[in-house]
């Protein structure tokens, strides 16, 4: 491979990591769904046990369950006491983080009524594997990571309908940083989830990134970056909610990404911008609750 060719290969990766840092699917179109697809017959193989984490008559389990492509999931799960049929959701965390890093936004959820839970992504530290970095291979496994990290939120809504303690139809997503740009993907293809509130995520056009590459690697590259572009999925979450929390200062995600992800995704949708960097406000996280507490009627 030429050195121009590595040099733009590596921009390419540099510019989608910057972008997203920090049965039936019900979708509309099936072929939007397929590269997500998994067995939902494979049994959740649920393990438990007591934290000493809970606060205030919050209990908080520390769980794992049987991954949509293997291995095991790690989450905590975040119940408010012992009523059925309570709103239920997903907390998903930034690149660098893990389960914990919103386990404190979850309990204040909680603390409302709701059962929650906390992912470890695909992309977390925990999780992590040795990817390629270079050229075609590279901008192919990162976007393998990105396909089970939306698989890791579709398996969670299966663990989540097998609980007696969650209403299938009040099912909300929040995500951070990744978790936005996640959650974006996720919205296209996964209706079972009714509200998606995304926190500082954004996305450039593919054509974009095609534009900084070599004429003759842009064919292998544009349906690879294509099948996990959230410009192409956030459009179809209807009829789930949209909602998008961004900082007008953010150092880490360009602010006309963001504004490209707002822009495209689908009504309804609500886009409001705090004045703040990357990491949200109290006010931010505030907002996000009481947008929550309306969607999933959260009393």
């Known amino acids: 491979m030429t050195r121009v060719t590595k ?13 997203g840092c920090g049965g039936d699917d019900g979708s509309k179109d099936s072929d939007l769904a397929a590269p997500f697809a998994y067995d939902t017959s494979k049994p959740l193989q649920l393990r438990t046990r007591s934290t000493d984490r809970g606060t205030g008559g919050i209990e908080v389990r520390d769980i794992s369950f049987a991954g949509a492509t293997g ?60 990817l390629p970095t270079q050229g075609i291979p590279g901008v192919r496994a990162r ?10 939120i579709r398996r969670a809504v299966d663990l989540l309908h097998s609980l007696p303690e969650v209403d299938d139809e009040r099912i909300g997503y929040v995500g951070w940083s990744a978790g936005a740009r996640m959650g974006a993907v996720a919205a ?3 209706h079972r989830i009714k509200a998606y509130d995304l926190v500082a995520g954004g996305a450039t056009p593919v054509s974009e990134y095609l534009s900084e590459a070599p004429q003759e690697l842009r064919p292998q590259l544009e349906p690879i970056l294509n099948r996990t572009d959230p410009l192409r999925y956030v459009g179809h979450a ?9 900082g007008s200062q953010d ?23 705090y004045d703040s960097g990357h990491v949200p406000t109290a006010q931010a996280w505030s907002d996000s609750r009481t947008w929550l507490a309306d969607e999933l009627d959260l009393s």
Do not use: C
């Open 7 to 19: 040099s733009v290969a590596a921009a390419l990766l540099a510019v989608a990591a910057l972008a």
């Open 71 to 130: 291995g095991r999931q790690d989450a905590y799960l975040v119940l408010p006491g012992k009523r059925t049929d309570r709103p239920a959701v997903i907390y998903a965390h930034g690149a660098g983080g893990d389960r914990y890093e919103l386990l404190d936004e979850a309990t204040k959820l909680a603390q409302q009524g709701a059962v929650a839970i906390t992912l470890d992504m695909s992309y977390s530290p925990r999780r992590a594997r040795q």
């Open 143 to 152: 976007t393998q990571v990105e396909v089970d990290s939306v698989r890791d």
């Open 188 to 190: 296209g293809v996964e």
């Open 238 to 246: 209807s009829p789930s909610a949209l909602f998008f929390q961004n």
């Open 251 to 273: 150092e880490i995600v360009p602010i006309p990404a963001l504004r490209a992800l707002a822009d495209e995704g689908s009504d309804p949708k609500e886009v409001r911008w």
